[in-house]
Every structure is written in structure tokens, then in C-alpha cells.
């Protein structure tokens, strides 16, 4: 078993490492963004040369350092996040955390703009070229899980795409008559939880499925104590959930208290 001390330090270690990656990280790689790149200009530019060289190595930064917690569970902060990247963002604008949006100075989001984990992007590479066109998404329009925007693409007033679909098919007539319906069907535009309800509900459901998932991995039914825990420390797999390698350090049959203990802890420090 572990000191009290030691589970002290590990919950101070949660809660610093928490607000690095809610706040810090994403700070810095918006920083790098506005150090590097400026305001992203539509062109064409030689593939290999030094703006794409630029352009690369900010995507890298910005892809390693995340958009954080802070801004991936609220959408508020998820849309200043944006506009401090550089992107016009509208009011009311609703935007999945899976949202995949880049080259954010030439995208313009016009008010209530719903947009699922999709692909918004005016980047695209042709003839030895790397080219950027801007992206314009009216008020009321949006766009459906896994579709995907590219360079000059233009969505008129209330027209949504829906799933698995392209800008190309932006300027089809039939559109508009069931843009209603692809509304309906973007995740981002269903009512919220409260946060009552995400952290008294939501989250022990979450750890309970995390939880339930590694229960034979860590307390097998048949085996001695003895036997289960010279298996687990010779499997590497129990490394790769934050649970199972926190959890493994106890005796079989408490892991699971132990466990829960200390998560009730992490989201209590996170919230107070």
C-alpha cells in the first residue's frame, strides 16, 4: 500500500498536470501560431519552401499541444479557443470537440452555426503547390459528422450538410429542403446537460464503464492472490489505461476501492 503522502503527491500532481494541459498548452501553440504564421493568407505557395515549412511545423505544435480540457468540454471557451487562433466565429455557434479546424484565419463562421466532428480545412496540396482558399459558413448553416469543408467551399444561409457529406454538395437545390432534418442530426445542436447533472451522473457512469471493462484483468476469478499479481506486473498492458497502471500497485480484491477513492479525490479536486 501507498503512504497518505504519497497519494497527496499524486493528487497534486493530477491537479498540476490538469491545468497545464487546460490552459498552458493550448496558450502556448496559439502563441507559436502568431509568432510564426501571423494571419494565414490565401494563395498558392511552393510545396517544401519556407511559408510551407512554417505551416507545417505550426500544425505540428498545434496537433501535439491539444486543445486542452478547458476548451474541449465547454463549447464557450471551445469558440474563443478558435477566434484566438484567428478564426471569425459568430454568436451562438455550437462546435464539437471533434471538430477537426485549421488554417483558422481564413474560415468565417457566421451566428448559430452548428458543426459536428467534421473536417473544416482550406488547405489543400496540387501541382507541387500548397494552396489556401478561404471558407465561408453563413448563419443557420452547419455541417454533419464526418463531412468535410475544403479550400473555397461556401455554405449559404440555413443550409446544413449532413453525414458523410462535401462542400461540393453546398450548391445542390434539393439541400435547403432537408437542411432542417441534417440539423437535427448534428450532435452539437442537442440540449446540454447541466453540470449538475455531467458530474452527479455522467462521470461515475464513465468511471463505472472504465472501470467494469478492466475488472478481469485485475482480479481474475480463479487465482490466487499470489498468482494475479505476478501476472499483472509481467503484462505490459496494464501501462496503457491510467487505471489499471495507478490500481495495480494494490492487493486484487481492493483495487477496485482504492480506485474509486481515488477518482471521487481527482474529480474533487478538479471541481473545487
Not at 162 to 170: D, M, Q, R, W, Y
Not at 191 to 216: H, N, T, Y
Not at 239 to 249: G, K, S, Y
Request: hydrophobic content about 45%.
Amino acid at each position: 500500500m501507498i503512504s497518505s503522502c504519497s497519494t497527496l503527491h499524486f493528487l497534486i500532481c493530477i491537479w498540476v498536470t490538469h491545468t497545464i494541459l487546460s490552459l498552458l498548452l493550448p496558450m502556448f501553440a496559439i502563441l507559436i501560431k502568431w509568432v510564426l504564421i501571423g494571419r494565414y493568407k490565401p494563395g498558392m505557395y511552393p510545396l517544401w519552401g519556407h511559408y510551407y515549412l512554417r505551416w507545417w511545423f505550426v500544425t505540428r505544435v498545434v496537433d501535439a499541444c491539444g486543445i486542452g480540457p478547458l476548451f474541449r468540454y465547454n463549447n464557450w471557451w471551445r469558440c474563443w479557443y478558435f477566434r484566438l487562433l484567428g478564426a471569425k466565429v459568430g454568436q451562438d455557434v455550437k462546435i464539437s470537440p471533434g471538430a477537426q479546424i485549421s488554417e483558422w484565419d481564413l474560415i468565417s463562421i457566421g451566428d448559430g452555426v452548428v458543426i459536428d466532428a467534421s473536417v473544416i480545412s482550406p488547405f489543400a496540396a496540387q501541382g507541387g503547390a500548397m494552396i489556401l482558399k478561404p471558407i465561408s459558413m453563413a448563419q443557420l448553416s452547419g455541417i454533419g459528422v464526418s463531412s468535410v469543408l475544403g479550400p473555397g467551399d461556401s455554405l449559404p444561409y440555413g443550409v446544413v450538410l449532413g453525414p458523410l457529406s462535401c462542400g461540393l454538395e453546398a450548391n445542390n437545390s434539393s439541400l435547403e429542403a432537408v437542411s432542417k432534418h441534417h440539423r437535427n442530426l448534428v450532435r452539437p445542436s442537442f440540449p446540454e446537460p447541466s453540470q449538475l447533472k455531467q458530474w452527479s451522473i455522467g462521470v461515475p457512469c464513465i468511471l463505472f464503464v472504465m472501470m467494469w471493462a478492466v475488472r478481469d484483468r485485475m482480479n481474475p476469478r480463479g487465482m490466487g492472490e499470489e498468482a494475479v499479481i505476478d501476472k499483472r506486473e509481467d503484462d505490459h498492458l496494464y501501462d496503457v489505461e491510467p487505471i489499471t497502471a495507478f490500481a495495480r500497485i494494490y492487493r486484487p480484491r481492493f483495487w477496485w476501492y482504492v480506485e474509486r477513492s481515488m477518482q471521487r479525490r481527482r474529480y474533487a479536486t478538479l471541481v473545487f
